[in-house]
């Protein structure tokens, strides 16, 4: 198994731009989700998805999109980059909402300039 | 509103030295605890899952305690190593949300 894979590994952009970071796992996890990890923020959920078809915001959700056409991928879009975006963005997947070990991606550093 | 400290947020420690890292939480609502291990500019390892029903698991040099009533968690390291300086993250599976809450994370520097 492949496990949750990531990509790019890096991107800049420059204000107002949009892109899409691409996340799939091919461990058949219902549960997937994207999170930005920023100094002395620690990690924050932006949103998850709990199957295909259905998705649900978390804390820090403003200024992206996603969807879950299928199990294997959930593809997160920055619709219009701002410098605050500049971050680290983390893919991961469960098998389940409750309970279950969570299994990270290698990671997308993104640079809004 | 769950919420996750780890304590200290930084420490160094010589060679061999067995070694404590500190996790707790607010709300004894939790399906499980987990430990992960972040490497500089990398993704995060999953290094040991406890269940809520457990009180601890151990693997290799590593063994985590969880104790549910008081909101703690202890991930202790054996006869430390270089290759053990990391970020060590701590994180919490809500059982009212499903949300898994990370605390800040603990960077170990372990002297050759």
């Known amino acids: 198994n492949a496990g949750v894979t990531q990509t790019p590994k890096f991107q800049v952009l420059k204000t107002g731009q949009s892109m899409t970071l691409q996340c799939a796992q091919d461990?058949?996890?219902?549960?997937m989700s994207w999170y930005r990890q920023d100094p002395g923020m620690g990690l924050r959920l932006i949103h998850y998805?709990?199957?295909?078809?259905?998705?649900d915001q978390g804390e820090v959700p403003n200024g992206y999109n996603v969807s879950r056409s299928t199990t294997e991928d959930f593809p997160l879009r920055l619709l219009s980059a701002a410098p605050s975006q500049t971050s680290v963005y983390f893919c991961?997947?469960?098998?389940?909402?409750?309970?279950?070990?969570?299994?990270f991606g290698p990671g997308t550093r993104l640079t809004v300039t | 509103k769950q919420e996750v400290t780890q304590i200290p947020a930084a420490l160094s420690v010589p060679e061999g030295e067995n070694l404590v890292l500190n996790c707790s939480f607010t709300?004894?609502?939790?399906?499980?605890l987990q430990w992960f291990r972040q490497d500089p500019g990398k993704g995060l390892t999953s290094l040991l899952l406890?269940?809520?029903?457990?009180r601890e698991q151990t693997s290799g040099r590593l063994n985590a305690s969880l104790d549910k009533s008081s909101g703690r968690s202890t991930l202790y390291i054996a006869a430390s190593q270089p290759g053990d300086s990391a970020t060590y993250l701590c994180?919490?599976?809500?059982?009212?949300?499903?949300?898994?809450?990370f605390g800040q994370g603990t960077t170990l520097q372990v002297k050759p």
């Open positions: 991961a997947s469960r098998k389940g909402l409750y309970s279950y070990e969570q299994y």
């Open positions: 461990m058949n996890h219902e549960y």
């Open positions: 998805s709990v199957g295909a078809g259905i998705t």
């Open positions: 709300d004894s609502a939790i399906y499980n």
């Open positions: 406890i269940q809520s029903s457990q």
């Open positions: 994180a919490v599976l809500s059982s009212n949300t499903g949300k898994l809450i």
